[in-house]
């Protein structure tokens, strides 16, 4: 388990609980946490650069197969699921506050 | 639509990603748009706002470290959200300050370069002194002055301590340009010159000694602006030739950008111009014939090598002096040389320079005591509305030192964003004052940087007071509610400091007024009978005309001129439009002692015609007594001013020799050996308007002009006077294409540009004005927002127990009220002498015309409550709970 990151702040908290709970893209975060576009987008930059979180592209056939250009689908690294599982730890309100997502 | 709303803003954001990245990144905004459009448009466009952010990040994830942010990171931006969430606060304290600096830093800059600023083109000012020669006359010590050509070739030689010695000379020289040719300010300068003042061509060589020798080809230095803006600054200047007075003459070079000699020239007139053209002193006899060798003309100035006082360098010249004396006994006598710096008159010490600074800048720094006032109550307020915020911050475990770093983190970008704001309007101003300034202004640093650490210190050290506040009570206090008391001492400084700078502000807008009103008035001062008449000034001393050749032009002129039918009549006037001379007169049983004095000018028989005059009574001079100058013409004013008994034709006059003119009135009349004579009063004519700036009729005495002078005025009567303008010029060029027309325009423009100084002192006080109408604005929202602050816990009850917003706003803003209502009387007390004053100055509109009172008050009034109503809403929207939950 590596050390926890000071930098991690609410908000990246936030967007990592909502990926484990298996909201995979960013609109979808958006949507569940209820935080504006302007925090979620550059809050997934930064995992990333922490490596807290991966990406990657889905795959050309299924979105042209649903009429839309393609989506970027996030997923939690061990880094963040160990980071997501310390901070559960520390602030245990998080992993309630929002519901587990139906659909994958 | 909103899809392509959405297409344009992906776009216009994609722009800042890094190319490397952006077309992964449309994709995925692309698709993400897409979702979002499945669930409505406001989706999307709740989405499109996080666009712009998520693009920055993407920058800078590839800009930064992949280190993170480290605590000041943090600092950072903890100052800026706490700041953008009190834009008023940081606008107020940057404009307070920056007004302020602006000011203060313009004024001393304009000074410091009038003294001891660095003069374009010259090095090392501060070892360039001035030299003045300094004789006694028959009534004693003369004022130190110029020297003559004959006095410069002794002084050239130096002394201990100030080897090389320099001149120059002011004259106007006829250059013919592609565009006619015109009348140029130039100045004959010695052949060192350039080498003392360390000056650098711009293009070419400058002049030299070997350029000085008499019988060396005939070389000129142009001014950079002549070359520029006159002559459209041609290639392949440098070694052609130009035409000065009829002479060839080869350019040499150009001089550097503004580069304008030592001297700082006259307001009004245009940085780097004064100077356009520069000839060896060698040729003033070939192009000044007109000049005596006596006349004392140039302005002498050296370099010293040594550092000696300006008393022992004076000293070490007086051998010099005594061979001037020697030279010329009569004239020089008891000759001295007095050094000065150059920059400061004759008679200017030190203690009269800084007495001058001190008094100029009491005003700029009193402008920045009132922003800084104005500053530290802002800065209190926010003391006040934050001590909860810091108590909390406190009570989670922030370290004191945390505190303090984040407070000082506030104050630097504050008082950053306050320095540039002043940088700025320096900047600003200076350019303003580059319109009227004829020299170069270059921001003065030292004083910069000591406006600047004032203001630092004023916003850093009431920056740290909420930390100071926050660690001083106990914490359950500040978390509860806080210290809700202020000393009376002290708001009553506050109210005390808002009430002046009302009365201040009012001041000065009513003097704004005041002049604004005048120059209407004096647009429409303008004769009706001016639109006819066209002016052209001759000076016939640019190309040495000899006195035949003088009177032949001005007869081949008048002739040409009369001969068209449109021209209604011609006449020349000794003296500049709206000038005037004097003449010393005894009226008949008049004591010898008894000398009376009036305007006066020598005119030719028509131009009374010309200029638009009436003959009332009698006629215009003859042929006769224009030849034997013993006539005279009065005008009403003349007859009223000294109580003329009937019958005032034939009334003799004696009249004194004319008064000595000095070099500049040289052109305009003076005939040495003028003896007493009489003339006789044969005619009388209706007054002419003087200059519209002076409201009493002068008393006026015209004079017959015998023969024609250096420098006459033509006046041209014409019913249409638009083409008379190209005419007259046109006119002259065809009698003789070197002599130029000079100022060719209408008598009404000049009556107008004439209202120019009141139009400088309108702008001034309206500027002057304004800003202080901003400072009073920002003192009148901080000390309201101060009070409002104060009395929330008492906003919460009003509110609680029924109060309306409305109610509250009322309150706040009829406290602010009886502030300014004070501050606009206590303006008035002092306004209405100063009024009085200024009236009599200026009387051109009455000082006490009631929209010239009332508007600038009524402006006041409703600026200032305009700014009580933003703290005043802030009260209103007070959450009862909130103020009320302490207790």
Redo the contacts between chains.
């Keep these: 388990v590596p050390p926890t990151n000071p930098a991690l702040s609410y908000t990246g908290l936030f967007v990592l609980q909502a990926l484990a709970q298996g909201h995979r893209f960013g609109f979808d975060i958006m949507e569940v946490t209820g935080l504006p576009s302007g925090t979620i987008y550059p809050a997934l930059r930064r995992l990333e650069a922490l490596e807290l979180v991966s990406s990657d592209w889905e795959k050309d056939l299924k979105a042209r197969k649903e009429g839309r250009p393609r989506r970027r689908y996030y997923e939690l690294t061990p880094a963040g699921r160990g980071q997501l599982r310390e901070a559960e730890a520390r602030f245990r309100a998080v992993g309630r506050l929002f519901p587990r997502r139906s659909t994958t | 639509v909103s899809r392509l709303a959405a297409a344009v803003i992906i776009w216009v954001a994609a722009r800042l990603v890094p190319s490397g990245m952006r077309a ?1 990144w449309r ?2 905004w ?3 748009m ?3 459009a499945s ?1 409505g448009r406001g989706m999307m466009l ?9 693009a ?3 920058r800078a ?1 590839t800009t930064r470290t ?1 280190s ?2 480290g605590p000041w990171q943090t600092d950072a931006k903890q100052t800026l959200r706490a700041l953008a969430r009190s834009p008023w606060h940081v606008v107020t304290v940057s404009l307070c300050l920056g007004i302020g600096i602006a000011v203060s830093v313009t004024v001393f800059s304009i000074l410091s370069s009038i003294l001891t600023g660095d003069l374009p083109g010259v090095q090392d000012r501060g070892r360039l002194m001035r030299l003045y020669l300094r004789t006694d006359e028959a009534s004693g010590p003369s004022s130190p002055g110029g020297a003559s050509v004959d006095d410069y070739a002794v002084l050239k030689e130096g002394g201990p301590g100030i080897p090389a010695i320099a001149a120059e000379g002011r004259w106007e020289f006829a250059v013919r340009t592609p565009a006619g040719t015109l009348a140029v300010d130039g100045a004959f300068v010695s052949g060192n010159y350039f080498g003392v003042l360390g000056t650098q061509p711009a293009l070419g060589r400058l002049l030299t000694p070997a350029d000085d020798r008499a019988g060396a080809p005939p070389a000129a230095v142009l001014s950079h602006a002549f070359w520029t803006a006159t002559l459209g600054a041609p290639a392949g200047i440098i070694g052609s030739t130009i035409v000065v007075g009829r002479q060839e003459v080869l350019v040499a070079g150009i001089a550097p950008e503004h580069f304008s000699g030592t001297d700082v020239g006259d307001l009004g007139e245009p940085p780097g111009l004064r100077y356009k053209i520069y000839l060896p002193l060698s040729m003033s006899p070939v192009l000044a014939p007109a000049l005596r060798a006596d006349e004392r003309w140039l302005t002498v100035i050296g370099r010293a090598t040594a550092d000696r006082s300006h008393d022992a360098l004076g000293a070490g010249l007086q051998p010099l002096a005594a061979r001037i004396e020697t030279a010329h006994p009569a004239t020089r006598r008891n000759a001295g040389i007095l050094v000065t710096k150059s920059g400061m008159g004759p008679r200017e010490t030190m203690a009269v320079v800084a007495l001058i600074i001190t008094l100029m800048m009491s005003a700029p720094l009193t402008v920045l005591a009132i922003g800084c006032a104005n500053v530290a109550n802002l800065q209190l307020v926010r003391a006040s509305l934050r001590a909860r915020e810091l108590a909390i911050r406190l009570s989670i475990g922030a370290t004191r030192g945390q505190l303090v770093r984040l407070l000082i983190f506030e104050s630097v970008f504050l008082a950053v964003l306050a320095c540039a704001a002043g940088v700025f309007g320096t900047r600003l101003l200076l350019r303003l004052a580059a319109l009227v300034i004829p020299f170069h202004v270059g921001i003065d640093w030292p004083v910069v940087g000591f406006v600047v650490t004032i203001s630092v210190v004023v916003v850093m050290a009431t920056g740290l007071v909420p930390a100071w506040l926050a660690t001083r009570h106990s914490q359950a206090l500040s978390l509860t509610g806080g210290s809700r008391s202020t000393s009376p001492a002290g708001s009553r400084v506050r109210r005390g400091l808002v009430v002046a700078q009302v009365a201040l502000c009012l001041l000065l807008l009513l003097t704004a007024a005041l002049f604004t009103r005048s120059l209407d008035a004096l647009a429409g001062r303008v004769p009706a009978v001016a639109h006819d008449v066209v002016v052209a000034e001759v000076r016939f001393d640019t190309l040495g005309y000899s006195q035949p050749q003088r009177a032949a032009f001005a007869a081949a002129l008048q002739e040409r001129l009369r001969s068209d039918p449109r021209v209604q009549a011609v006449g020349l006037n000794s003296i500049a439009p709206l000038r005037h001379g004097e003449r010393r007169f005894w009226l008949p049983g008049d004591s010898d002692d008894r000398l009376r004095a009036a305007h006066s000018w020598e005119v030719t028989p028509d131009w009374f015609e010309a200029a638009g005059l009436d003959m009332r009574r009698g006629r215009a001079f003859t042929t006769d007594e224009a030849q034997h100058g013993n006539a005279a013409i009065v005008d009403q004013g003349f007859i009223d001013k000294y109580r003329l008994v009937e019958p005032v034709l034939g009334t003799p006059l004696r009249l004194d020799r004319p008064i000595p003119a000095g070099r500049e009135a040289r052109s305009i009349n003076d005939r040495p050996g003028s003896a007493v004579r009489t003339v006789t009063i044969v005619g009388v004519v209706s007054n002419a308007m003087a200059r519209p700036i002076i409201p009493e009729t002068p008393a006026s005495l015209y004079l017959p002009l015998g023969d024609v002078p250096t420098y006459v005025a033509a006046y041209v009567r014409s019913s249409q006077p638009r083409d008379m303008l190209t005419q007259v010029r046109q006119t002259m060029a065809a009698i003789d294409r070197d002599l130029p027309a000079i100022g060719v325009s209408t008598l009404a423009d000049r009556y107008t540009e004439d209202a120019g100084d009141i139009r400088l002192l309108a702008e001034a006080a309206a500027g002057l004005g304004g800003a202080a109408l901003l400072l009073a604005v920002a003192g009148v929202y901080s000390v309201v927002a101060f009070f409002v602050s104060l009395r929330t816990h008492e906003f919460g009850i009003r509110l609680a127990i029924g109060a309306r917003p409305r109610d509250i706003i009322g309150m706040v803003v009829r406290q602010a009220s009886r502030l300014v209502l004070v501050g606009l009387i206590a303006g008035l007390v002092p306004g209405v002498p100063v009024l009085l004053f200024l009236g009599k100055a200026f009387p051109y509109a009455s000082p006490f015309d009631p929209i010239g009172l009332l508007g600038p008050a009524a402006v006041l009034a409703l600026t200032a409550l305009a700014a009580a109503s933003l703290p005043a809403r802030r009260a209103a929207q007070v959450d009862p709970c909130t103020a009320l939950r302490s207790e």
Excluded: I, K, M, T
Aim: hydrophobic fraction near 35%; proline fraction near 4%.
């Design positions: 992964r994709e995925e692309r698709g993400e897409d979702a979002a669930r709740r989405l499109a706002f996080g666009l712009p952010a998520d920055l990040a993407c994830s992949r993170g942010r």
